[in-house]
């Protein structure tokens, strides 16, 4: 059992994968995006090369809670994602995470550059890490 996060955003989808004990997230992928089909082909390819139970998306609502014009961006993202894989596709509130990404890199010393590289991807990261320490273990049984 293992599940997928990712940080959805305009340019970049960041990916991360959860250890098969569903203890810790590790940063797995930046997928540059092209098309919506394109996209939702490369998650579709993730899922099943890592045998994927769940995929977790942050969802970027407003500091108010409200939604933006990106979460419903996301949310047509989800949509269409949900209809293409066999998996559940969960929603994870990610306020806060891409600056949570920004301060962890900054803390290593960490290039810009290269910063900007890895942000979506330790995004993704934060989001499944702080949904995982959220789940259920009689729903999420460990092996």
Not at 25 to 42: F, H, M, P, S, V
């Amino acid at each position: 059992m293992r599940l997928l996060g990712l940080d959805v955003g305009t340019k970049r989808i960041g990916v991360a994968l959860s250890d098969m004990l569903l203890i810790t997230a590790q940063g797995l992928d930046t997928i540059e995006r092209k098309d919506l089909k394109t996209d939702i082909d490369r998650i579709k390819k993730l899922v099943e090369e890592n045998s994927v139970t769940e995929i977790v998306v942050g969802l970027p609502l407003n500091m108010s809670g409200t939604y933006s014009a990106m979460t419903k961006e996301v949310v047509g993202f989800i949509d269409n994602l949900s209809s293409a894989v066999s998996v559940p596709v969960k929603t994870w509130d990610e306020r806060l995470t891409s600056m949570q990404a920004e301060r962890i890199m900054l803390e290593s010393d960490m290039s810009r550059k290269k910063r900007k590289k890895l942000s979506d991807k330790i995004a993704a990261q934060i989001i499944l890490q702080s949904y995982m320490g959220t789940i259920n273990p009689s729903t999420h049984p460990r092996p």
